[in-house]
């Protein structure tokens, strides 16, 4: 199968004003916005997160950043809302540092009354797609009815990067994260379960790094097995991403993870690229019932098993 190669502008998504920043997160006037409430606010929204990439990394060496996502149920961001007066933002994790909330309230505006609350079934920094997750969350409570591709424009304008979290069938892109743009369209993958947990530390995304192996021969590679459901040549080929940007760029032990996989009989490896998750592939229920274990003793922490289950067909553009 031919990748059908696509290059999309989700459209220019407007500015929203100003904020204050004493720590309390106060609205004030702005101009009229693509992005804005349309009715009641719902009181809560949830956006499943990833973890890590099957593959991520340069198409050619002078090419685009791109990633084939690893799309989760397990991790996730909740934003909720409570009305009340003025407008706040409650962020106990840190999900959305400083920054990123300052260009946030800046495209919101004018706000609703009341406190926006956030948190998370993953620690920022993992590799699993917290900040995209958070961002995405509050322009679905605070916008709701916006178009999937107004939300990737507006995530990809406050952070830099975006993982294609807003897509219904997020794995089944090949998404250019410094573009907010899906490049190719990906046959929906097999039924798998990822048994993994976190290296020590963070590392939050940079929008500006480029320095990523270049993985044009796995992303080429990668729709015929997805076809096929041929999940040990899939799991294949992101081990080979997982190793050619661990030796490029370090991070977390590899090698403990790889002797994970070797002593669970996993079928591959994969990684945040750019964050501290680390997994093994299964297949579906086909994990044995030690691997957890496994994992904690390689010293990963919060090691829990990802169901993952076919989509039916393709992602719409």
Not at 130 to 146: F, H
Request: proline content about 9%.
């Amino acid at each position: 199968m031919s990748l059908r190669w696509r290059h999309r502008d989700p459209g220019e998504v407007h500015g929203f004003g100003p904020a204050t920043g004493d720590g309390v997160w106060r609205s004030r006037a702005g101009r009229r916005a693509a992005l804005r409430q349309r009715g009641a606010l719902a009181a809560s929204v949830r956006v499943a997160g990833h973890f890590g990439e099957w593959v991520q990394g340069r198409l050619g060496p002078a090419g685009p950043v791109v990633l084939i996502t690893l799309a989760v149920r397990e991790r996730a961001v909740t934003a909720r809302w409570r009305p009340g007066h003025g407008f706040q933002i409650h962020d106990p994790a840190d999900l959305l540092p400083s920054p990123l909330r300052r260009a946030l309230l800046r495209r919101l505006a004018p706000l609703p009354r009341g406190t926006l609350s956030l948190s998370a079934d993953m620690p920022p920094g993992a590799g699993c797609g917290s900040s995209t997750a958070a961002l995405t969350a509050v322009l679905r409570l605070l916008a709701p009815g916006a178009a999937m591709w107004t939300l990737a424009k507006a995530v990809w304008r406050i952070e830099g990067a975006t993982d294609p979290l807003m897509m219904p069938v997020p794995e089944t892109h090949l998404w250019a994260p410094r573009a907010a743009h899906s490049l190719a369209r990906l046959p929906a993958l097999p039924a798998a379960d990822v048994l993994g947990g976190f290296c020590p530390g963070r590392a939050r995304t940079d929008p500006t790094d480029h320095r990523f192996a270049d993985v044009s021969d796995l992303v080429a590679a990668w729709p015929g097995p997805a076809a096929a459901g041929d999940l040990p040549a899939l799991a294949a080929l992101a081990t080979q991403s997982a190793q050619r940007n661990h030796a490029l760029r370090g991070g977390g032990d590899l090698a403990a993870l790889e002797a994970a996989a070797r002593t669970t009989g996993a079928l591959g490896l994969v990684i945040g690229h750019t964050g501290t998750a680390h997994g093994l592939v299964f297949p579906p229920r086909g994990a044995p019932e030690t691997a957890i274990a496994t994992l904690r003793r390689a010293g990963y922490r919060d090691v829990r098993r990802h169901a993952l289950r076919p989509a039916s067909g393709l992602a719409p553009l």
